[in-house]
């Protein structure tokens, strides 16, 4: 059901449900990821994103390199495929293009029971709207009060421009590509998700400086070029002068279309800096 709604991981239940009901969604996560199907069972298993979504990615990627092989031609590995039982479709393995949520999953297999990891990929991911909870004297007027959730909102805004430094040494060279592959740069989302209709509220630029996001888009795209591989292994035959002219990277909601008439950006300007560094 959690799949059906678009669920599919878990931090999308602590950021977009009341703790009320996340905690609940998270203790049967928890219970299943104890005591999954087994695939050995040919009457009943889950589609590799329900093993995704509860943190089995290994039986997640057995399933997935199971089918492959029954399948020929199928992609193993990340691009999952559902069961033919249940018809399910392919899960986006990193669904924020930002290299975080696959450190999630690969540190909750190997330390269990340590959410450093996790707290920290909250704390620096910037492609979703920000949590925003302003409460309400009773002497604020509406004008007021709007004023009020905007300087929240502007804080909160600050803080989050400031995460891709962070995020680029954390993904530091994590990311595993092909040569046709193209990489995304992760948006910065200056909006806050207001509780408890969880109503989008976009920041007022008005009362910004005209720089505001510039550093920050070319320390994005710096972030998002350090976690290309070291050019010692596999990324020398990755990331070669056709890679780099042909495949400008560019935000995930602009991939389908053609990359080569993408007019230059601040991000890309990080991304060349990332390369040579």
């Not at 928890?30 to 040919?42: L, V």
């Not at 959410?115 to 920000?130: F, G, M, Q």
Request: include cysteine.
């Amino acid at each position: 059901s959690m799949l059906d709604e678009g669920v599919h991981h878990p931090i999308q239940l602590q950021e977009e449900l009341p703790m009320s009901i996340s905690l609940i969604l998270l203790e049967t996560i928890r219970r299943c990821r104890a005591d999954p199907p087994q695939i050995d069972s040919s009457e009943f298993y889950w589609s590799c994103a329900a093993y995704d979504l509860v943190g089995r990615n290994d039986l997640a990627e057995l399933l997935a390199q199971t089918l492959s092989a029954d399948k020929r031609g199928a992609k193993s590995s990340y691009l999952y495929e559902g069961s033919e039982s249940q018809g399910g479709e392919a899960a986006t393995a990193d669904p924020d293009k930002d290299g975080l949520a696959v450190l999630e999953d690969f540190s909750s297999m190997i330390f269990p029971d340590d959410n450093r990891i996790k707290e920290a990929t909250r704390l620096l991911r910037s492609s979703r709207p920000l949590f925003l909870r302003v409460p309400r004297a009773v002497e604020l007027t509406d004008h007021e009060y709007e004023r009020s959730k905007q300087d929240k909102l502007l804080l909160l805004c600050r803080r989050s421009i400031a995460t891709p430094l962070g995020r680029g040494m954390l993904t530091l060279g994590t990311h595993r590509m092909l040569s046709s592959d193209q990489l995304l740069i992760p948006d910065i989302v200056l909006a806050g998700r207001v509780p408890p209709a969880n109503g989008t509220l976009a920041l007022d630029m008005s009362s910004c400086p005209p720089n505001f996001r510039i550093w920050p888009e070319f320390h994005n795209g710096v972030a998002a070029g350090l976690r290309l591989p070291d050019a010692s292994g596999d990324g020398g035959k990755v990331i070669t002068r056709t890679w780099i002219k042909f495949n400008k990277p560019t935000s995930p909601s602009t991939s389908s279309n053609n990359t080569n008439q993408n007019p230059p950006s601040y991000a890309h300007g990080g991304f060349l800096m990332a390369l040579g560094l």
